[in-house]
């Protein structure tokens, strides 16, 4: 039996029953990680606030705010290339990837130099990476799972255990905080991006910094996980990289370089990019709304 979506139908749904879907119960009360300080981040706000700060950050992914980071985007891509090894060397992409993407959140989003491209020993980097691999297999997260009705009870021993960790110094994310004040604290002329967008607003610190650890998390792990994927393709489907290659000589042959404004000549490449997507989706699990 094949399953045909109705459009109309589905344009119903959104206009009447939207609103029922804004609430949606987390598996896990508090998430995987229970600090909490992690109750002031996007994500786990109620739908009022989650949708206040949605405002106050778009602004920060339109096409005018995109092309500013556009320079030193390509600034740092240039820096990895040049770290890259000769041709027929190993190259563990998906880790050069991960510390690319750091300096450019870094770079892009909150003013700072993090330069983890050449020192991947970085706190920072062992922070973010510590986030994408706790598990759910501890006896805590099991009882949440098979007995969500006593998560009242639960939910503040986690919340102990993680305070006791990090007064203990157990916890490798906390550079990911000591960053995220790091960068306010350094703050003192404008620069029109994510950081400046928070501090123009009327959230607190704590809030700031809050979300400032989350787009330092989010990003790294889609982006670096992303491409790590398109080049996997790529390697695997050599008529594909020929054709990208290609298509990219043809643009670039007379311009000498690569900006912004010749994003829009590559249509291939915007193909690949988006199969790349759809066979490896860097999110599929634990998104709320």
């Not at 050449?118 to 805590?140: I, Q, R």
């Not at 967008?197 to 330092?216: E, G, R, T």
Request: proline share 6%; aromatic share 8%; glycine share 4%.
């Amino acid at each position: 039996m094949v399953l045909v979506a109705d459009p109309e139908l589905l344009r119903k749904i959104q206009r009447t029953d939207a609103a029922n879907f804004l609430e949606r119960p987390r598996r896990v009360p508090g998430g995987i990680n229970p600090d909490p300080h992690r109750a002031l981040m996007l994500g786990n706000l109620p739908v009022a606030d989650w949708a206040q700060l949605r405002k106050i950050l778009a602004p920060s992914f339109n096409t005018l705010s995109l092309k500013l980071m556009a320079d030193s985007i390509i600034s740092l891509v240039d820096k990895m290339m040049e770290g890259i090894p000769p041709s027929g060397a190993q190259v563990n992409f998906y880790e050069t990837f991960q510390r690319l993407t750091l300096d450019i959140i870094g770079k892009t989003s909150f003013g700072i130099d993090s330069n983890i491209l050449e020192n991947p020993n970085d706190p920072l980097m062992a922070a973010v990476a510590a986030e994408f691999t706790k598990s759910t297999s501890s006896a805590l997260i099991r009882l949440y799972l098979c007995f969500p009705e006593i998560s009242f009870l639960l939910h503040p021993i986690r919340v102990w255990l993680e305070r006791l960790r990090v007064w203990l110094g157990g916890s490798v994310s906390s550079a990911l905080w000591t960053q995220g004040r790091r960068a306010l604290a350094s703050r003192i002329e404008y620069r029109p991006d994510l950081l400046q967008k928070l501090m123009s607003s009327n959230l607190s610190q704590d809030q700031i910094v809050a979300n400032s650890v989350l787009f330092f998390e989010a990003a790294y792990e889609t982006l670096s996980s992303s491409l790590a994927f398109i080049v996997h393709l790529l390697v695997h489907h050599r008529d594909v990289q020929e054709n990208v290659r290609q298509e990219l000589h043809v643009y670039l042959q007379d311009l000498g370089t690569f900006d912004f404004r010749v994003m829009s000549n590559f249509p291939y490449m915007d193909l690949v990019i988006k199969e790349s997507l759809r066979l490896f989706p860097p999110q599929t699990t634990f998104i709320g709304r």
